[in-house]
């Protein structure tokens, strides 16, 4: 297995942790412009937070979160961390990759048909059932996404997982 030096290792940890803040920064910004929509006063304002909120996820959300399982996965093949020694650093690849899916599947997509449902009705589409209920199913995913995000932030910080039995004993 490859291993890098220190500096290296300094060097992708801080991107790492610089792409997990904008990710998990960016995911708690998108939340408040998603739950501000409902304050807009006309139809254009109305569409603009939808159209904000998905900006902001496809411009920074998506790319942060792929950079930060990128060097994740760099962060475990590089160092002794290893993919599967800790069950923090499991816990981290996981949540992280569910996060991802959950996004692929219900948050871009339902984001997206609230913007087109916001574009056409303006603010008669809070009373339409259709955006109703797709709004009610974003604003969950929404939220279960970032906590199981911030949850990783934790989990990281105090890994409460001790070394996994059988794993090597380096660190």
Known sequence: MARIGRKGRLWLRGFHIMFFGSWIGSQICSNIVFFAAGSASDGSAFHAYHANALSLDFMVTIPCAVLTLITGLLLCWLTTWGFFKNGWVIYSLVAAIVVMVVGAIWLAP??????????????????SPVYASTWNTVAVFNVVVTVITTSVVFTSAFKPWRKREGAEATS
């Open 110 to 127: 339902g984001k997206a048909e609230l913007l087109a449902i916001s574009e056409r009705e303006g603010l008669a589409a809070l009373q």
